[in-house]
Each structure stands twice: as C-alpha cells, then as structure tokens.
C-alpha cells in the first residue's frame, strides 16, 4: 500500500508535464525596470503554490505518540490556483507593450500574443527594440483547478509527549524542472500541564515546523537566446508556529489548527545571454547586448493558515481528510501508517 501511494501520487504529478518551458529566456530582452517584473509576473503562481503546499499535511491528531512510536504518512497536497492568477495586466510595464491587455502566467493558458521593447539603455544616446512571442501558459498541468505535489513524511514520539517530525518530497518534474524539499517539525502536546476531572478525548498541541524547496531548470538547446551555462534556480525556505486541536476517538479524530506561516523565495535565472535588439543608430542597426545572471528576485508570503480535517483511525492504519482555508486553499489527502 505505501508503494501504491507513492506511485499513484508522483503519477497524478507529472501527468502531461514532461515538456520543456519555453520562451521564457525571451523575458530578458525587457529592459531593467520591466525584466524582473515581467519574470516575477509570470511565475508567481509557482512559487505561491509550492510556498503553501509546503505548510501543508503537518498533523493530522494533536495527540503525540507514545515514547518511540511512530507513524509513516503518505499524502498529496491539491492547492487550487485562483482564476485571477493564470493571467497579469500588462498596463504596469515601463517600456513594454503587447497585443492583447494580458498575458498568460505560467498556470494560463497557450498564447500566440506577442511582446514589443523599445527603450533607451543606460547611459546611451539611442534606442533599442525588440519583438517576441509571449511564454505559453501550461494550465494542462493542473488537475481540476489544482497544482498537486506528493508528500512523504515520518514522525517519531519523544518524551515529555513530544514528537519529532521529518518530511521529504521527492524529486518531481515540472515541465523539465527539478523540485525537491526536506522540512522538520515539533510537536508538544499541552494537555499533560492541566489536571481535568476526568480523561477527555481533547488534546491540544504547540507545533513548530520549517522546511525548504529547492529547484532548478537547465535552458539547454532549448534556449532561443544564444549563450551558454543558461538556466533558472528557486530556494523556499518557511516558517510556520502555531496550535493544534483533536477530538480524539477511538475510531475516529476531527482536527482543526491555526499557525502563523512566514516565507521567502528566492529566484534566479543564471548564465550568459546574447541578446538581440534593433537600433535607432544608422536606421534600425542590429546590435547585440551581453548579460551574465540577469535576473534576481526575492518574494515574501506572510499569512494566517487555517486548517480543518477528519481523521479515520483503524488499527495500524488512518485514513485522513483536510482542507486549508487561505488565496491559494488546499485540499490534502493520505495515509498513515503505524504504531502508537
């Protein structure tokens, strides 16, 4: 059954995502106030889904293991992409303009629009333009709506009813990209500091969580823009604190918690770049403009996460259901495996 899961998670992933990114070197002929704006535009949805994504499947139970159980979960995490993200304005560029008012983000759809530069470089006397097609966007990719990333994680009882949680996604595709993430958690059960009349099946929890995502592209020949060494880099690191509450049955556990998540994306796109303009100098003279690592950008995502879920309990084994209510929500499915 772990096998199972594993296999029909890592399918549902990169069902139709085996093709390249293409088209996004073309960003680079933007000018300087527009290229990293341009990039960041189009990618954004990516990095808040995997940002989200990465807060999610924590606990299933506030209640800890015994001294030495432990629990191995299997599960998908469903983050539903908005409608408002799968495009972006282009009214807020400097010196960039397109046929059509929008363009697709990374999550849109195919495009046959196109992009037009025209600017003056830094320091010069002249202008310089350029013309490209706008990236596709690859919509195809999601499922009902949702970006989907498997999960695999293990838990482990500590004393003082605490648990030491780790957390690995394996390496996935995304249209030629490398995804992969580890991440640790706490959890401390607080009900051993109160004294009720009777055992309850009330358990509330402190849980403390980080964890990083790591990606990489290579251009490769697919690169329409001369150069060499060319290709984009992502780092995710979160944060996340905050409580855990179960009503724990025997058959069955109904789970609700709330966390403060802190993020920040690093993005980068690396290598040497020959790009290509026309010039004002001597009637539209081509010239050729070199760039080496043109493109760094740093996001923040900041939020509130609120979460609620069901939990089936047979002996062994549990079944869990939960959703995330945030932008970017999340559905989060799986199965864990083990011993208390």
């Given at each position: 059954m772990k096998k199972l899961f594993l296999v029909t998670s890592l399918l549902i992933f990169q069902t139709n995502i085996s093709q390249n990114i293409t088209g996004v070197e073309n960003f680079l002929l933007a000018s300087e106030e527009d290229k990293n704006l341009l990039v960041n535009n189009y990618f954004s949805p990516l990095f808040k889904s995997l940002?989200?994504?990465?807060?999610?499947?924590?606990?299933?139970?506030?209640?800890?293991?015994?001294?030495?159980?432990?629990?191995?979960?299997?599960?998908?995490?469903a983050v539903e992409i908005p409608d408002s993200e799968k495009s972006f304005e282009i009214a807020g560029f400097n010196n960039l303009t397109s046929s059509s008012n929008t363009s697709p983000s990374i999550f849109g759809q195919e495009?046959?629009?196109?992009f037009s530069v025209d600017f003056q470089p830094a320091g010069e006397d002249y202008t310089i333009s350029a013309n490209f097609p706008a990236a596709n966007g690859y919509g195809s990719i999601l499922k009902e709506g949702r970006m989907i990333l498997p999960n695999i994680q293990f838990s482990l009882g500590l004393p003082f009813k605490t648990d030491l949680i780790l957390r690995y996604i394996p390496e996935s595709k995304f249209k030629g990209a490398k995804l992969s993430s580890l991440g640790f958690g706490v959890k401390h059960n607080l009900m051993q500091y109160f004294k009720p009349g009777?055992?309850?099946?009330?358990?509330i929890a402190m849980l403390?969580?980080?964890?990083?995502?790591?990606?990489?592209?290579?251009?490769?020949?697919?690169?329409q823009i001369q150069g060499s060494d060319q290709g984009m880099n992502l780092d995710i690191n979160s944060f996340s604190y905050g409580l855990v509450g179960s009503i724990d049955l025997k058959v069955f556990s109904i789970?609700?918690?709330?966390?403060?998540?802190?993020?920040?994306?690093?993005?980068?796109?690396?290598?040497?770049?020959?790009?290509?303009?026309?010039?004002?100098?001597s009637g539209n003279e081509s010239i050729q403009i070199s760039v080496t690592d043109p493109v760094s950008i740093e996001n923040k995502l900041d939020y509130l996460k609120k979460n609620v879920g069901?939990?089936?309990?047979?002996?062994?084994?549990?079944?869990f259901l939960d959703y995330t209510i945030n932008d970017y929500n999340s559905i989060n499915a799986g199965v864990s495996i083990g011993l208390r």
């Open positions: 940002q989200v994504s990465m807060n999610e499947g924590w606990s299933r139970s506030a209640k800890t293991h015994k001294k030495f159980g432990f629990d191995l979960t299997f599960f998908a995490s495009t046959s629009e196109s009777k055992v309850l099946p009330l358990n403390a969580t980080h964890s990083s995502t790591n990606g990489s592209y290579n251009f490769g020949v697919n690169s789970y609700s918690s709330i966390s403060k998540v802190n993020t920040k994306s690093e993005f980068k796109i690396n290598g040497n770049y020959v790009l290509n303009y026309s010039s004002s100098i069901v939990s089936l309990n047979f002996p062994g084994i549990k079944f």
